[in-house]
């Protein structure tokens, strides 16, 4: 079974800064993706961003970015120049790859709270 | 184009009652998910649905049952409603032979037993 850690429940960073999230998973399969969602108060989880582990080069969407370390399993979410609107629960995610309908489902992090201060 | 549904938004029963959620996935979306959202065990997996079918399934028990019709909008029941249950239910759509590019996630049901 595959397990996500978000080890940072709750951060905070002033407006226009550069904030980065941890997540760090757990996996014996070798094609997998990777994702960032996030979950402002109006309860909808928005997807930010997404790895695919086969890729070596890192994902980057406008302000966000991703740091991804195969061998240590690590995917951080970089986000640059940080605004208010940034300020959400944000869930690291692992779906494992499969070429037909199987045992894929997203697995989640238990969240980090980004507060953007102005 | 439109997003993924969920109705209705917020949602009140009494332990014992049954409930049923609906979620309407984007246009062309054939593939639904379920997840559960609680403060205490985060986001867990319910079930998939793909041409009316359940190809996966969480680890809920069986009060938790899910159907998805032919116009793909899909829905989920729990019977025997426990205080436990209280949570937010998140619907997810996607592509199927797509899944990696991600899923579209609805605005959830909030669900409260009392």
């Known amino acids: 079974a595959q397990t996500v850690t978000q080890s940072q429940p709750e951060m905070s960073v002033q407006e226009a800064e550069t904030v980065t999230l941890s997540c760090t998973y757990d996996t014996s399969e070798s094609n997998y993706y990777l994702f960032w969602y996030k979950q402002p108060p109006s309860r909808q989880m928005i997807l930010v961003i997404r790895?695919?582990?086969?890729?070596?080069q890192n994902a980057t969407e406008n302000r966000f970015s991703v740091n991804f370390q195969k061998a240590a399993k690590s995917f951080s979410l970089k986000i640059s120049d940080s605004q208010l609107g940034d300020t959400a629960m944000y869930f690291c995610a692992f779906m494992k790859h499969m070429s037909n309908f199987g045992n894929e489902k997203l697995t989640f992090g238990t969240g980090t709270r980004l507060t953007i201060i102005p | 184009k439109a997003g993924v549904t969920q109705t209705p938004r917020y949602l009140i029963k009494t332990r014992g009652q049954q409930v049923t959620l609906s979620c309407s996935p984007i246009s062309g979306h054939r593939s639904v998910s379920w997840y559960q959202q609680t403060p205490g065990q985060g986001l867990q997996f319910l079930f998939e649905y793909f041409s009316e079918t359940q190809r996966n399934k969480g680890n809920f028990p069986g009060r938790f049952s899910g159907r998805q019709f032919s116009n793909s909008r899909s829905e989920m029941n729990v019977s025997t409603l426990e205080l436990g249950d209280s949570a937010l239910y998140l619907c997810?759509?996607?592509?199927?032979?797509?899944?990696?590019?991600?899923?579209?996630f609805g605005s959830g049901t909030r669900l409260t037993v009392v």
């Open positions: 997810a759509s996607s592509l199927a032979r797509d899944r990696g590019n991600g899923y579209t």
């Open positions: 790895q695919e582990a086969y890729k070596q």
